[in-house]
């Protein structure tokens, strides 16, 4: 028993290197290919359809990422999927249009997500899923925060510079300007993550023979769908879960343009303020991991409503002092609260249906959320609204949304105990 565990443990720190590295290389991208628009004279408003065409792939593919995860060991799925981002980044290194190419990433991330979460659920026991969320919440983040300075620091001229110093003997990379030279680091990011996958043990987990039918992979997922929805912890859980993520994408770019507009800081500044907000999220997902068992899950609600909130403050900040301390606040918020809630919905989702499957259902619904807000937000620059006019918009829509939420899961209580359904498995 003593080896299981320790196998378990190592499988566990694996997959944890393995994400930190993906995830460091996809948030460097994405401020790389920000830079990159910025070269080519590109509208403001095409800078958020950066993020959009990346989670585009989670909707359009989510009946049949959850089956393709569920087919294949879950290492083997991540390292095929990794392979893919590094098209990816390799086709921007190419002269590809950065939304094309970063589409093609988010094409990888899309069947990458369904693995990442699903070998949790297949490795620990259900009351260790919200402190193995916390970890991996936690290490996301981190490689957020790592990954937004390295771009940073990659589009930096004195940086590239730098790159572009470095001479290898007898060898010409066609290396030749500071985009190619960034995508180059990525790129090498990207290979470690790789070879990390390469190492993840097999579980032993094996699920029935996959449907390959493309119509019946559609009501499959139909089917998952509206199984999470009607569930009554379920469609709580995928709620917040779902605005989190939508609400996290936007203000990502909110963050930017704010950094821009009210603080006067450039795109390589501004890209550590978003690192400092997720420095709160890293924070607040590691208390949370500590803190709040399973069962707690649901009592961190009200702190959705505190965020949405205390967002609304950033409009009176002028001062980059007072906006790190704000943002982390705002980020500690935001994980302490999402932590508890993904992990109760991976176990609904895993008490109610495959691993893979659930997590296709959770990845449609909160990359919808997150293409409908940036949508939305695009609109609103193109219309040249004010920054400080957004934020508000921005704060009372999270805020009002999770009241709805918890008046929802009032409602739900009074019709069922819903603590003793925590406890409730399959037959």
């Known amino acids: 028993m003593a080896r299981l565990n320790m196998r378990m443990n190592r499988g566990f720190y694996t997959i944890m290197a393995a994400q930190f590295f993906s995830s460091l290389a996809d948030n460097a991208l994405l401020i790389a290919a ?37 087919s294949l060991p879950k290492g083997r799925v991540m390292f095929i999927t990794n392979l893919i981002k590094i098209a990816g980044c390799a086709m921007m290194f190419a002269g590809l249009h950065p ?77 030749d300007t500071a985009a190619e030279a960034a995508l180059t680091v990525i790129t090498v990011t990207y290979l470690i993550a790789a070879a990390f996958n390469l190492r993840i043990p097999d579980t032993g987990a094996r699920y029935p023979h996959q449907e390959r039918n493309p119509i019946r992979l559609i009501a499959d997922f139909a089917g998952c769908f509206t199984t999470l929805w009607k569930d009554k912890l379920g469609q709580i859980s995928l ?41 709160g999220v890293a924070v607040g997902a590691t208390a949370a991991a500590r803190f709040v068992p399973l069962r707690k899950a649901l009592t961190v609600m009200p702190l959705g409503v505190a965020m949405g909130v205390i967002v609304m403050t950033m409009t009176l900040v002028k001062s980059v002092w007072v906006a790190y301390p704000l943002l982390v606040l ?21 008490v109610l249906m495959s691993a893979g499957h659930s997590i296709a259902v959770q990845n449609f619904n909160e990359n919808l959320s997150v293409l409908t807000m940036l949508m939305l937000y695009a609109l609103m620059v193109k219309l040249n609204l004010d920054i400080n ?29 819903s603590l003793s359904l925590i406890g409730e498995h399959k037959h």
């Open 389 to 417: 006019f957004v934020i508000v918009l921005f704060g009372l829509f999270v805020a009002g949304m999770m009241f709805v939420t918890m008046r929802r899961h009032d409602a739900n209580q009074r019709q069922f105990d």
């Open 239 to 279: 709620a917040v879960t779902t605005l989190f993520w939508g609400a996290g994408a936007t203000l990502q770019f909110i963050v930017l343009k704010w950094a821009e507009k009210s603080l006067g800081m450039a795109l390589d500044k501004g890209a550590i303020l978003q690192g400092v907000f997720a420095v």
């Open 99 to 175: 939304l094309l190419a970063y589409a093609v990433v988010g094409f990888g991330a899309a069947a990458y997500s369904p693995a990442k979460y699903g070998i949790l659920t297949e490795l620990l026991p259900p009351e260790k899923l919200v402190a193995a969320n916390g970890w991996i919440e936690g290490l996301t983040v981190t490689s957020i925060i790592l990954g937004t300075v390295m771009g940073g620091a990659l589009v930096n001229s004195r940086v590239s510079a730098a790159l572009l110093g470095f001479d290898f003997p007898m060898l010409d990379l066609g290396i």
């Open 330 to 350: 705002i980020g500690a918020l935001a994980g302490y609260f999402v932590v508890p809630m993904n992990a109760l919905l991976q176990h609904r989702g895993h």
């Open 34 to 70: 920000i830079a990159l628009l910025t070269t080519m004279n590109s509208p403001a408003w095409m800078t958020p359809l950066l993020k959009l065409f990346f989670v585009l792939s989670y909707v359009l593919l989510a009946a049949f990422v959850g089956a393709f995860a569920d």
